[in-house]
C-alpha cells in the first residue's frame, strides 16, 4: 500500500473510486457491517458458553469464524503486515463503540452516546482508509475526537483539530462522499 502524499492526490484516488462502480464500494460497505456483526457473534458464543456452561456455544464459533473470514477476504484479498488482523478489530471496536452508544442514547446520555458514534465512525473510516490504501502506515492511524461543540454553536458541524496529527477527517469526509450505501 502506497501512502497518499497531497490533497490533489487524495481527490484524485477518491474520484477514481466513485468512477469505477459505487455499487462494489456500497456492496463493500454493506458486508464490512455484516462482518462487524459476525465479529460479535463470535463473542457472544464464547460468553453464552462461559455463563451457561454449555460447550455447544463453543462448538459454534469456528463455523461463524470461518464464515467471518470468507467475508473479510472479499474486502481485503491481499494485505501486507497485520492489516488483517487492524481491520478485524477496528470493525469490532467500531461495532462496540455503536453499541454502547446506543445504550448511552437510550439512557437519555445523548452528548455521551454522539461521542461514541462520532469515535465509532471515526474507527470504521480508519478501516476503510487502511483497506483502501490511503493510508501509509501504523503512524498513519493515528486518531484524534473530535473537538466538543460549543454552546456558542450547538448545531456547528464539529471538526477535527487543524493541530491534531491526523488525516481521519479527509477519511471521514472519503467515505462519506465514496460509500454510499444508498446507490442500487
Sequence with gaps: MRKIKNVKEFVEKMDAAKKVNPKDLSSDQDLSIGIMNL???EEHLMFS???TGKTAFYD??????EMRKRMMQKIIPSYEGEVWCIS???LASSMRLFEVGTKALAAGDKTQAYALFD???G???MFW???MGMLGGASDLKYMPKEKKTAAKPDAAVAVSDKAPTSMGKLKNWVKNAVNC???
Excluded: M, P
Design 39 to 41: 465479529i460479535s457473534i
Design 129 to 131: 482508509g487502511l483497506n
Design 123 to 125: 474507527l470504521y473510516c
Design 88 to 90: 478485524k478489530h477496528l
Design 119 to 121: 469515535d465509532s465512525y
Design 49 to 51: 458458553g462461559a455463563k
Design 60 to 65: 459454534q464459533i469456528n463455523e461463524v469464524r
Design 182 to 184: 444508498c446507490i442500487e
